[in-house]
């Protein structure tokens, strides 16, 4: 049973906040407050950076064999697995995303620890031809302090993303998960804290953006930031990191195309749409939200999509029956169906939902019926703008052309998705798309293995994979002597040895 009263997580125990702080996690299905949560402001944050950076400079979790490492990430995974259950009832109940899918989004991030102390334990040196009489071997070194920032759309999923390859590289971490859903995150410090992680390794406080996340962003004594977020809290963050010369890697917001050629048979096509498009009520930042289908197969395809998306069980997420929880708060809820009045008014058609749910059992909780919109245009706010809800668009287009100009046509570039039963086509489309990532047939899959980024204003750098692992680390280049002719730069000697 995990406490409702939650504290920060600092230096390999909980505390308080340092004024005694705390904040409230609603509980979006019924508006209860599900949890009571320290709040973090600069001073906590200034307490973790201090025991990450004394774990980082003068602890053994940098300076550990690498399976040693890995031992203990393995076993923090072995901890979360077991736990899967009620750490999914945390996050439905800090999110509102149905527990069956939470319990299998929450059993699945232990698999993130394993695959990067696989990575660690294998990592390899390298020996580089330098010229000269010179042996130059380069070293990966953890780069440091770690600062972490994340969402709550995924609260333990993502946090993970970058926890298991900053630690399985040495590095030491602040975590700043975000103010609607951090209880997740603490749990995955509690799981590494008894797996036997070193003191000040993992430091996780929770707090708002405005003061915690921006102390721990501006903070001069850590050595990266990753950010997943919102577009703008990226370009905040990543000017702060400039600021201190450090690297910022940013996952941010996508407004995902899903291409629809005409030889998909209808229902396939509508239920990979269904799945793009609403899984999480939409609240993904990859959420297919617009499909663009070719003009022979609309008619078809929109009528049963929308037959589909009424059949959509929305409910009490805790309920097994339940596809569709609610969205996480009243401020998405407004601006979800904000933006879809702002496209009625640009002259879209609204064929269903578009409105909060109301009657038994929707009394409390910002439950939104999933909305499908058709007659849109390129400048419309709702197809420009990241709605973060169940709302999807549909557009024709007419040939690969028009549908791969479209689906570019966008400020970001996380997520696409490209439905045919033509191989070639298939493969030509999806390298024509500006995302970090492309489905063929499929969509939301992920994996430890698989690079994740966005391109254009959907972030900078990638996780997952071996790259993201050795972005955590900096080469360090070790030349050595090798001659044994002793030198004497400013000797009488005729020979300068220099390059
Ligand atoms: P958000 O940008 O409001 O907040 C993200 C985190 O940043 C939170 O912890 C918040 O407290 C913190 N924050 C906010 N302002 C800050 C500032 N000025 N300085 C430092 N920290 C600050 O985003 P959100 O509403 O929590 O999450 C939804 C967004 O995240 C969407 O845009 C979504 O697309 C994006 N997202 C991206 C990915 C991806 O992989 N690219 C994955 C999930 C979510």
Sequence with gaps: MIKQDQLLWIDGREVAALDGGTLEVENPATTQIAFVV?????????????????????????????RERGRILRTAAEILRSRKESIGEVETACVG???REMVQQVGRAPDWLDFFASVAETQEDLVVPASGELMNYVRRVPLG????????????????????????????????????????PLELARALVEAGIPDGVINVVPGFGTD????????????????????????????AAGRNLIPVQAELGGKAPVLIFDDVPIDIAVAGATFASFVASGQS?????????????????????????????????????????PVVSQRQLDRILGLVESARAEGARVLCG??????????????????????????????????FGPVVSVQPFADEDEA?????????????????????????VAHRIRSGTVWINDHHRIDPASPWGGFKDSGIGSENGVEAFNDYTAAQSVLVNLSRTPFDWFGSSEELRYS
Excluded at 406 to 420: M, Q, R
């Design 38 to 66: 320290a709040r973090g402001r600069g001073p906590d944050i200034d307490a973790a950076v201090d025991a990450a950076r004394r774990a980082h400079d003068h602890g053994p979790w940098p300076r550990m064999h690498p």
């Design 212 to 239: 915690a996340g921006k102390a721990l962003t501006e903070h001069d004594r850590i050595d990266r930031i990753d950010l997943t977020g919102g577009t703008e809290t990226g370009r905040q963050v990543a000017a």
């Design 285 to 325: 930042c990859i959420a297919g939200t617009r499909l663009l289908v070719h003009e022979r197969s609309i008619d078809a395809f929109v009528e049963k999509l929308v037959e589909r998306t009424q059949l959509i069980r929305v409910g009490d997420p805790m309920q097994p029956e339940a596809q569709m929880g």
């Design 404 to 428: 791969v100009a479209l689906a570019n046509d966008a400020d970001f570039g996380l997520g696409a998705a490209v439905w045919t039963k033509d191989l070639t086509r298939a493969h030509v």
């Design 97 to 99: 995303r149905p527990l």
């Design 145 to 184: 302090v770690v600062g972490a920032i994340t969402p709550w759309n995924h609260p333990l999923l993502i946090t993970m993303k970058k926890v298991a390859p900053a630690l399985a590289a040495g590095n030491t971490m602040v975590v700043k998960p975000s103010e609607v859903a951090p209880v997740a």
């Design 354 to 387: 578009g409105e909060r749910l109301a009657g038994h059992p929707f009394e409390r909780g910002y439950f939104i019926a999933p909305t499908v919109i058709t007659d849109v245009h390129q400048d419309m706010r709702i197809m420009r703008e990241e709605v």
